[in-house]
């Protein structure tokens, strides 16, 4: 059985127009590193089973398969806006949008940020993978502005950013925290000591949400970490610390009802 997260912010601003969730791997049919709901068409996983997983997602959300619309993601700033001719293409992009009642856009996460947006009143949604590479270049400024140029107004929109790994878990190394900083000096406010001389923990939810703060839009953080969450929530990161060989990732996805 499907156990996605919702946000209250965007269900108080939305009521019944639109439905949203964060899935966990929880009610899926993929098995071993994988096991769960594990819908990343580019891991190693047995195509079936990703493709039943995300079909069960779509199930979900009372649409059929070819409704579900995701993107090939490259950590980019880049923003797709899906419409009523969408056939399932998978452009690489790091975000969608969309005005159109029926189809479900959903971002793949393994520790990065998936923020879901949505503007009742001009029934426009969007979904963004914010990882810091797409944070930093300005994945989610891109997606309000296309929400925008589909009739979105800002005033009107509300986010939430979902599960992803916070900063007890994600350490990074001096030529990181550099880029950030020269960036931007303020960004300092993001890192903080970590064991390791010359590393630094990294924030990267409290960067998304003072970015999401700056650009005039209300948001919530549902503060949900990634990396401990095994049972939840597949991680990059914590594949990486046992050297397994892949990962799975879990979806995040919003829909304006019909």
């Given at each position: 059985?499907?156990s996605?997260?919702?946000?209250?912010?965007?269900?108080?601003?939305?009521?019944?127009?639109?439905?949203?969730?964060?899935?966990?791997?929880r009610?899926?049919?993929?098995?071993?590193?994988?096991?769960?709901?594990?819908?990343g068409?580019?891991?190693?996983?047995?195509?079936?089973?990703?493709?039943?997983?995300?079909?069960?997602?779509?199930?979900?959300?009372?649409?059929?398969?070819?409704?579900?619309?995701?993107?090939?993601?490259?950590?980019?700033?880049?923003?797709?806006?899906?419409?009523?001719?969408?056939?399932?293409?998978?452009?690489?992009?790091?975000?969608?949008?969309?005005?159109?009642p029926?189809?479900?856009?959903?971002?793949?996460?393994?520790?990065?940020?998936?923020?879901?947006?949505?503007?009742?009143?001009?029934?426009?949604?969007?979904?963004?993978?914010?990882?810091?590479?797409?944070?930093?270049?300005?994945?989610?400024?891109?997606?309000?502005?296309?929400?925008?140029?589909?009739?979105?107004?800002?005033?009107?929109?509300?986010?939430?950013?979902?599960?992803s790994?916070?900063?007890?878990?994600?350490?990074?190394?001096?030529?990181?925290v550099?880029?950030?900083?020269?960036?931007?000096?303020?960004?300092?406010?993001?890192?903080?000591?970590?064991?390791?001389?010359?590393h630094?923990?990294?924030?990267?939810?409290?960067?998304?949400?003072?970015?999401?703060?700056?650009?005039?839009?209300?948001?919530?953080?549902?503060d949900?970490?990634?990396?401990?969450?095994?049972?939840?929530?597949?991680?990059?990161?914590?594949?990486?610390?046992?050297?397994?060989?892949d990962?799975?990732?879990?979806?995040?996805?919003?829909?304006?009802?019909?």
């Amino acid at each position: 059985m499907l156990s996605p997260v919702q946000s209250r912010l965007i269900d108080r601003a939305a009521g019944n127009a639109v439905r949203h969730g964060y899935f966990t791997r929880r009610g899926g049919v993929s098995e071993g590193i994988y096991a769960g709901l594990n819908v990343g068409l580019g891991s190693a996983d047995e195509k079936e089973r990703v493709v039943e997983n995300r079909a069960r997602v779509s199930r979900w959300f009372d649409a059929a398969p070819d409704r579900l619309a995701t993107v090939h993601q490259i950590h980019s700033p880049d923003v797709f806006t899906a419409n009523g001719s969408y056939a399932g293409e998978r452009p690489q992009a790091d975000a969608l949008v969309t005005a159109t009642p029926g189809l479900v856009l959903g971002v793949l996460t393994a520790d990065c940020g998936p923020v879901l947006f949505a503007d009742t009143k001009a029934g426009v949604v969007g979904a963004a993978h914010a990882g810091w590479k797409g944070t930093l270049a300005g994945v989610l400024e891109n997606t309000i502005a296309a929400m925008e140029a589909l009739g979105a107004s800002r005033n009107n929109i509300v986010a939430c950013l979902g599960p992803s790994i916070s900063r007890r878990h994600y350490e990074v190394g001096p030529e990181f925290v550099e880029r950030f900083i020269g960036t931007k000096p303020a960004y300092a406010d993001f890192f903080s000591p970590s064991e390791r001389q010359g590393h630094a923990m990294f924030d990267l939810p409290g960067l998304t949400l003072r970015r999401l703060a700056e650009a005039g839009i209300e948001a919530e953080n549902l503060d949900i970490c990634t990396y401990p969450a095994e049972a939840d929530y597949f991680s990059y990161r914590r594949t990486v610390h046992r050297n397994e060989p892949d990962y799975g990732r879990q979806i995040s996805a919003i829909m304006i009802r019909d």
